[in-house]
């Protein structure tokens, strides 16, 4: 998808919605310097070409009793020849996709260069949850060859925000 057109008031609409989202078009408006008429279309048209993909309350892991984060990279199996596969056939990464959806303690999946193939960030409550995770999850999906995990000591920074230049 390209990017699209924004000017300064938009970009300055991201920042407020990225810090407080909220906020009332009405209070929007008055810190762009516009009326809420305009601002809402302005938002609108952010949603409608998807550079708002939407509106989440961000909760607190600890609070919630998720105190261990862990970082896990995960290599798959690569059987399957080169060249198209046929129709309809799964791949080993396809069933990793599809198990990683239903895994609510895998926050986050990325797909990655380099040695490993995925790497998932993984919110769990403490060791003895994460251990039932690998066992019972991931090293028991068909398709993984080899995980690497590495344990957060302490956050240092994180956000949601993006830089809107």
Known sequence: MANIEMDAIDRRILGILQENGRL???EIAECVNLSPSPCLRRIRRLEECGVIRGYVALLDAQRLGLD???YV????EKRG??????????THADQFRAAVQTWPEVVACHAMTGDMDYLL???VAD??????FMQDQLLHHPSVIDVKTSFSLDTIKETTALPIL
């Open 81 to 90: 020849g080169p060249g198209p596969r046929p129709r309809g056939d799964v």
């Open 24 to 26: 009332s078009n009405q």
């Open 68 to 70: 261990l984060l862990a």
């Open 127 to 132: 060791m003895a949850h994460f251990s039932r």
């Open 121 to 123: 960030r993984v919110q």
């Open 73 to 76: 990279n995960v290599r798959l």
